[in-house]
């Protein structure tokens, strides 16, 4: 636990000085953000996630990587340092008993669930592997030959390397998410006005969506393990809640602007949150209407910084611009992946994400797959389905009222957005995992604008209240399960079955038993077919691998199989 607490302490202040030296260098000291600590760590993450990308497209990130980000962060010490007194002066004076009761109790709770083993299926399938790669050798061009799932490119693995210190405490720290639900869980309880003085408002059901995410039975159990799921929808709902938030104090457009550019970074997280991308339609609006041509651009710049290193990596990895559609295919590269394994991958995906276990039933009819999906549902996510109903058609009254020039622009982009979000998860790959969040946006949104017209005197205050106690209970209750945790250094992955296979002289892991080879065993594949059809572009690891001549129009499968 000691371990883990003090790479929180790094991650924390790494973050918040490259988010607060940015907010104060781009957009002025002047700008309310700049003075907000939850804004700083969450654009100082994103800033960082860049830095990591960037990062690993020329070296291994390692060492080098945070030795340098050490000395940037002290940089920022030193030229800031009258604004971060004054910032700190202005944080110690909203300090308050019960909000530091509310930080020690989920910091003890969260940081107990975080040092348990990287337990999460997908971690020992590829999360390991892939932060392993960026660890040792950065971006490795067709690596997407060697396991298809390592060319799943998250921005998130980057980051999680950076923070991994193997190199300092010889192990690879999988703690990141348990920081990012510790921040987004006190920043949920501690800024609701749910026991304040101000009225009840969007933002505080949002925050209660947010609680009751993070409160939720699959983050306590995953929250251990490097997944990308976590920190996409935990983004998505804080993208969300601050939008309110801007909304409903009237903030400068430039508010809109950086969460507009914190939704482009939660698609470098995971494609699934391409629908929150519409939101920037709103700033771009204001901007171009105000003739504000510089700060337009320089928006414009910012995403397109944000989205770059994310592309370049998939085309290193892939040899295609955004895996796993080979339909955008623009580089002739030798190492590029056999489009057959990108569209049976794709069909995959779709098929077990609506309960079709078997990737040939990717395409049955909604009929078909429809009730079997819904069948798996429990009571909960079955009534939070039926209630999407009416929302999505409230949605779309709402949106049309938007259109008559009747409604408010901000909140109507939200509404689109939210609508978005939730359709694009249901028809691509509604699983539960990837998506549970979709289905809270719009209840909680529409509850919120209900809440806002019935004035402080809602009976919702005290409900938001006791749902927050409860959910907190619950993780507490999760902690008390799993056991007393280890007090020095956090559990590391588990280790696995495996063999060896030779390639070209280099020795290749296989599971036995299993596909999971974890983060030990290294490198791996878990489909010793794979091995037969590839092969080492210079002899070097570090230079990729490519599919031999005979292979690279062959209709393969995902698993390196040929397709009957």
Same mark, same amino acid.
């Given at each position: ?25 781009? %957009? ?55 604004? #971060?007194? +004054? ?18 109790? #989920? ?20 999360? /390991? ?31 999680? /390397? ?23 869980? %006190? ?12 009225? @009840? ?31 996409? #929808? ?41 629908? @929150? ?70 069909? +995959? ?14 395409? /049955? ?73 979709? @289905?809270?946006? #719009? ?5 919120? @604008? ?84 590839? +092969? ?8 990729? %691998? ?19």
């Amino acid at each position: 636990m000691i371990l883990a607490a003090l790479s929180w302490g790094w991650i924390a202040i790494a973050s918040f000085l490259c988010g607060f030296a940015v907010l104060q260098g781009v %957009f002025g000291r002047g700008r309310k953000g700049c003075w907000q600590w939850d804004t700083c760590l969450m654009a100082g993450l994103c800033v960082l996630s860049l830095y990591a990308q960037v990062f690993s497209l020329f070296h291994r990130v390692s060492a080098l990587a945070v030795c340098l980000l050490a000395g940037i962060c002290l940089a920022v010490c030193v030229g800031y340092r009258k604004s #971060l007194a +004054e910032f700190a002066g202005r944080l110690t004076k909203g300090i308050r008993l019960w909000k530091v009761l509310v930080f020690l109790a #989920l910091f003890a709770a969260t940081l107990c669930l975080t040092v348990e083993y990287a337990s999460q299926y997908d971690t020992g399938l590829y999360h /390991a592997q892939s932060i392993r790669w960026i660890e040792e050798y950065g971006a490795v061009p067709g690596l997407g030959n060697l396991h298809n799932r390592l060319a799943y490119n998250s921005a998130f693995f980057c980051l999680q /390397a950076l923070f991994g210190l193997k190199f300092a405490v010889n192990q690879s720290l999988h703690t990141l998410n348990g920081f990012l639900v510790f921040v987004m869980l %006190f920043y949920g309880i501690s800024t609701s006005n749910v026991f304040g003085k101000k009225r @009840m408002a969007a933002s505080d059901w949002m925050k209660l969506g947010l609680v009751t995410y993070l409160c939720t039975t699959e983050v306590n159990w995953t929250m251990s393990s490097p997944g990308s799921d976590i920190s996409v #929808l935990t983004l998505v709902l804080y993208i969300c809640v601050k939008w309110c938030e801007a909304l409903e104090e009237k903030q400068d457009v430039r508010e809109f602007g950086l969460l507009s550019l914190l939704a482009v970074w939660a698609v470098t997280l995971k494609l699934s949150a391409g629908a @929150m991308v519409i939101l920037a339609a709103y700033p771009a609006a204001e901007l171009i209407r105000g003739k504000r041509w510089k700060l337009a651009g320089l928006f414009a710049a910012a995403g397109a910084a944000i989205l770059l290193p994310f592309m370049a990596r998939n085309v290193v990895l892939s040899g295609y611009l955004i895996y796993p559609y080979a339909s955008v295919d623009l580089f002739d590269v030798d190492w590029k992946m056999n489009a057959n394994v990108l569209e049976y991958d794709s069909k +995959e995906i779709m098929a077990w994400g609506r309960g079709q276990r078997v990737q040939e039933r990717y395409d /049955a009819p909604f009929g078909v797959w429809f009730p079997a999906w819904f069948g798996e549902l429990s009571l909960l996510y079955r009534i939070l389905f039926a209630v999407n109903l009416p929302c999505l058609a409230g949605a779309a009254v709402y949106l049309f009222w938007c259109a008559r020039g009747k409604g408010s622009p901000g909140r109507g982009i939200l509404v689109l957005s939210c609508a978005g979000g939730l359709l694009l998860w249901f028809f691509s790959a509604p699983l539960i995992r990837y998506g549970m969040i979709y @289905m809270m946006l #719009l209840p909680l949104l529409f509850l919120g @604008m209900l809440t806002e017209k019935l004035g402080r005197n809602s009976v919702a205050a005290p409900a938001i209240g006791l749902a927050m106690a409860w959910f907190v209970g619950g993780m507490w209750v999760s902690v008390i399960q799993d056991g007393l945790p280890p007090a020095k250094r956090p559990c590391g992955y588990f280790w696995h079955n495996v063999r060896q296979i030779e390639l070209e002289g280099v020795d290749i892991y296989v599971p036995e038993g299993s596909d999971q080879a974890g983060y030990h065993y290294f490198p791996s594949t878990p489909y010793p077919q794979v091995l037969e059809r590839i +092969e080492l572009r210079t002899g070097k690891l570090e230079d990729g %691998f490519r599919l031999k001549e005979e292979y690279r129009d062959a209709k393969l499968t995902g698993y390196g199989g040929l397709q009957e």
